[in-house]
């Protein structure tokens, strides 16, 4: 993994193959290449590091190609090189880009080999290569090639090829890992996600798992995994080019974490009428799913299972319904009991999360009561595969590092948490609080940006610090993992999160002068227990750093404390406000370290693979 661009046109394609590659720089990468099918045969530009360097390599020596692919490629199988860049080729006839995991690799290298193919990189694409070649004989298309190849592939993948037979052709091929093909005019595309291709076209036909495309300049085919000819829906992009524009803004993190507040009202737009939310919004039969369901389990990765676990507290004392939060990776592998009437809910900004895809289908056997979608794609794998849905509206996210994404999840799980005390019986009063706190939370967002300056001089305390342990209680717990994420995935801080209470079981022993402490201390019911905890912290000597509510922060303060006070909000809210100012203070911290805040090391923006 992580990008693919192909093209087939009447033009040359270079620049465009490139300027794809730009738009899905977001995802993450360590190198990237280009293959071409040239007058003179097939050429390839491979190189470690960012787009800019292939752009190098290509103005050092251009070329023209009507018929190409390109990758940027995230390490799975073999250290970061030039060798084992993407674009990989077999004989110099056959070119493969790939995003997933090929699991049986080993036996097909191996196989391939008694064949009499050399193999030059340490990945598992370059299997896909040479099994390509090897069918293609004479008489055989490159289609009928890639087809009979593909059978034997077993894992993830998303691939695209060119072969120097069939200089105008490009074939693309999913199972696991997404794919949408671009509908142009004497041009024709197919990308891993849809921003690569925005500045060619807003025409996108999203492939079904199994799926194969064959491009020409005027022409795409589409068959299913039967190998029949099939008719795909061609949807109109609901976004701008300019969407996936930094604009002012020094990183995408940045301005994302500015677009929050309407970003949260779009996810509100259309939902809300007259104090309530329409259940209707998650589709067909929800209000009846909603008043047959007795559980709830919830699955998802990373920040998404964060905003699981909030859901967790919301629905079990709004509804008085049991709720299970499981990260996907671990529930797909075991043999979960699931009581009678329970919903599943899966959360994923891309839909196309391996782990929660795999999750999703482990769990079509359980018998759960329905399957509703969170997510911020609309044709995406998950929504595509779930009863019920339910859009983010969260906008294009390119940042890794989660923001926006986020904190509309929590805003939809909030809205299904409301809905399901609703059906449950849940106090009318407490119910309408809860709606109107959701209404008036963009503007309460709005006055925690006003906060950067103050954020940003805190972040200055950090500068030479190596750990730092997160605190909250309650809901804001999972807030609090949240924000030892954020700061580990963009500063390099090793930060870890715990609930405030077990302090004294075992994190109060890493506490002293060098370990700065961040708390999140809205005024709720568990305030006076908090502040026993940072007295805690106090007593051994450490530095406190605490998001406070704006009415209890003047009496937080202290010589060995840095306190900033947040706007008073409900407390059905309080967890989304609290994300905000942790989502700034990793930002300043990163920037002060000069780490790559939009393209952390190690990372991808959609995992894809397990």
């Given at each position: 993994?992580?990008?693919?661009?192909?093209?087939?046109?009447?033009?040359?394609?270079?620049?465009?193959?490139?300027?794809?590659?730009?738009?899905?720089?977001?995802?993450?990468?360590?190198?990237?290449?280009?293959?071409?099918?040239?007058?003179?045969?097939?050429?390839?530009?491979?190189?470690?590091?960012?787009?800019?360097?292939?752009?190098?390599?290509?103005?050092?020596?251009?070329?023209?190609?009507?018929?190409?692919?390109?990758?940027?490629?995230?390490?799975?199988?073999?250290?970061?090189?030039?060798?084992?860049?993407?674009?990989?080729?077999?004989?110099?006839?056959?070119?493969?880009?790939?995003?997933?995991?090929?699991?049986n690799h080993e036996t097909l290298r191996e196989e391939l080999t008694g064949l009499g193919y050399r193999f030059d990189s340490d990945t598992d694409t370059e299997v896909v290569a040479h099994l390509i070649e090897h069918h293609l004989q004479p008489g055989t298309s490159l289609l009928q090639a890639v087809q009979t190849a593909v059978a034997r592939f077993e894992g993830a993948y998303a691939i695209a090829v060119v072969a120097v037979d069939a200089p105008h052709e490009v074939v693309g091929a999913r199972r696991g890992s997404p794919m949408v093909v671009g509908v142009g005019e004497g041009s024709q595309y197919l990308a891993s996600d849809v921003y690569a291709l925005l500045g060619e076209t807003r025409r996108f036909?999203?492939?079904?798992?199994?799926?194969?495309?064959?491009?020409?300049?005027?022409?795409?085919?589409?068959?299913?995994?039967?190998?029949?000819?099939?008719?795909?829906?061609?949807?109109?992009?609901?976004?701008?080019?300019?969407?996936?524009?930094?604009?002012?803004?020094?990183?995408?993190?940045?301005?994302?974490?500015?677009?929050?507040?309407?970003?949260?009202?779009?996810?509100?737009?259309?939902?809300?009428?007259?104090?309530?939310?329409?259940?209707?919004?998650?589709?067909?039969?929800?209000?009846?799913?909603?008043?047959?369901?007795?559980?709830?389990?919830?699955?998802?990765?990373?920040?998404?299972?964060?905003?699981?676990?909030?859901?967790?507290?919301?629905?079990?004392?709004?509804?008085?319904?049991?709720?299970?939060?499981?990260?996907?990776?671990?529930?797909?592998?075991?043999?979960?009991?699931?009581?009678?009437?329970?919903?599943?809910?899966?959360?994923?900004?891309?839909?196309?999360?391996?782990?929660?895809?795999?999750?999703?289908?482990?769990?079509?056997?359980?018998?759960?009561?329905?399957?509703?979608?969170?997510?911020?794609?609309?044709?995406?794998?998950?929504?595509?595969?779930?009863?019920?849905?339910?859009?983010?509206?969260?906008?294009?996210?390119?940042?890794?590092?989660?923001?926006?994404?986020?904190?509309?999840?929590?805003?939809?799980?909030?809205?299904?948490?409301?809905?399901?005390?609703?059906?449950?019986?849940?106090?009318?009063?407490?119910?309408?609080?809860?709606?109107?706190?959701?209404?008036?939370?963009?503007?309460?967002?709005?006055?925690?940006?006003?906060?950067?300056?103050?954020?940003?001089?805190?972040?200055?305390?950090?500068?030479?610090?190596?750990?730092?342990?997160?605190?909250?209680?309650?809901?804001?717990?999972?807030?609090?993992?949240?924000?030892?994420?954020?700061?580990?995935?963009?500063?390099?801080?090793?930060?870890?999160?715990?609930?405030?209470?077990?302090?004294?079981?075992?994190?109060?022993?890493?506490?002293?002068?060098?370990?700065?402490?961040?708390?999140?201390?809205?005024?709720?019911?568990?305030?006076?227990?908090?502040?026993?905890?940072?007295?805690?912290?106090?007593?051994?000597?450490?530095?406190?750093?605490?998001?406070?509510?704006?009415?209890?922060?003047?009496?937080?303060?202290?010589?060995?404390?840095?306190?900033?006070?947040?706007?008073?909000?409900?407390?059905?809210?309080?967890?989304?406000?609290?994300?905000?100012?942790?989502?700034?203070?990793?930002?300043?911290?990163?920037?002060?370290?000069?780490?790559?805040?939009?393209?952390?090391?190690?990372?991808?923006?959609?995992?894809?693979?397990?």
């Amino acid at each position: 993994m992580c990008g693919i661009v192909g093209i087939a046109a009447r033009k040359n394609v270079v620049p465009l193959l490139i300027a794809g590659l730009r738009a899905l720089e977001y995802r993450g990468y360590d190198s990237a290449g280009l293959a071409l099918l040239t007058p003179d045969g097939l050429r390839r530009l491979r190189t470690p590091g960012k787009v800019r360097e292939l752009q190098a390599l290509y103005d050092s020596a251009p070329v023209s190609a009507q018929t190409g692919i390109a990758h940027t490629r995230w390490a799975t199988h073999g250290v970061p090189s030039e060798r084992n860049a993407h674009p990989h080729t077999s004989r110099e006839r056959v070119s493969v880009v790939h995003n997933g995991i090929i699991e049986n690799h080993e036996t097909l290298r191996e196989e391939l080999t008694g064949l009499g193919y050399r193999f030059d990189s340490d990945t598992d694409t370059e299997v896909v290569a040479h099994l390509i070649e090897h069918h293609l004989q004479p008489g055989t298309s490159l289609l009928q090639a890639v087809q009979t190849a593909v059978a034997r592939f077993e894992g993830a993948y998303a691939i695209a090829v060119v072969a120097v037979d069939a200089p105008h052709e490009v074939v693309g091929a999913r199972r696991g890992s997404p794919m949408v093909v671009g509908v142009g005019e004497g041009s024709q595309y197919l990308a891993s996600d849809v921003y690569a291709l925005l500045g060619e076209t807003r025409r996108f036909i999203y492939l079904n798992d199994g799926d194969m495309v064959h491009l020409t300049p005027d022409r795409i085919e589409v068959l299913d995994q039967s190998g029949a000819i099939v008719s795909r829906p061609v949807k109109e992009a609901q976004f701008r080019p300019d969407a996936v524009e930094r604009g002012q803004y020094a990183h995408y993190m940045l301005k994302e974490i500015h677009e929050q507040p309407q970003a949260i009202a779009d996810t509100l737009e259309g939902r809300l009428a007259r104090g309530r939310i329409l259940t209707e919004i998650f589709g067909p039969n929800a209000r009846d799913f909603l008043k047959q369901l007795d559980a709830v389990q919830i699955v998802a990765c990373g920040s998404s299972n964060h905003a699981a676990q909030v859901a967790r507290y919301w629905i079990e004392s709004l509804a008085g319904v049991p709720c299970m939060a499981e990260i996907a990776s671990e529930y797909r592998y075991r043999q979960a009991a699931v009581p009678a009437n329970t919903l599943l809910v899966t959360v994923s900004q891309s839909g196309e999360t391996s782990d929660t895809l795999a999750a999703l289908q482990h769990a079509s056997t359980k018998g759960y009561l329905a399957r509703l979608a969170i997510c911020n794609v609309p044709e995406s794998s998950l929504v595509r595969a779930s009863e019920l849905v339910l859009m983010t509206r969260a906008g294009p996210e390119i940042g890794v590092a989660s923001t926006k994404a986020f904190i509309t999840q929590l805003v939809a799980l909030a809205m299904l948490a409301l809905e399901i005390g609703r059906a449950k019986g849940m106090d009318d009063v407490r119910y309408r609080e809860a709606v109107r706190e959701l209404e008036m939370l963009p503007h309460a967002i709005q006055r925690v940006l006003a906060l950067d300056d103050q954020i940003k001089r805190m972040a200055q305390e950090f500068g030479d610090k190596k750990d730092a342990l997160f605190l909250g209680r309650g809901v804001q717990f999972p807030i609090a993992m949240e924000g030892a994420l954020k700061l580990k995935e963009i500063s390099y801080i090793h930060a870890e999160a715990y609930p405030a209470g077990e302090l004294k079981h075992g994190p109060l022993a890493l506490v002293d002068e060098d370990m700065p402490v961040i708390a999140v201390a809205p005024n709720d019911e568990l305030l006076e227990k908090l502040k026993s905890n940072i007295q805690e912290v106090r007593a051994r000597g450490g530095q406190m750093f605490v998001f406070a509510d704006e009415q209890v922060a003047a009496a937080m303060s202290h010589d060995r404390a840095h306190v900033i006070a947040l706007p008073s909000v409900g407390a059905f809210v309080a967890p989304m406000l609290y994300t905000v100012p942790m989502q700034l203070l990793a930002y300043h911290v990163a920037v002060l370290k000069g780490t790559d805040v939009d393209q952390p090391r190690n990372l991808a923006k959609s995992v894809t693979v397990e």
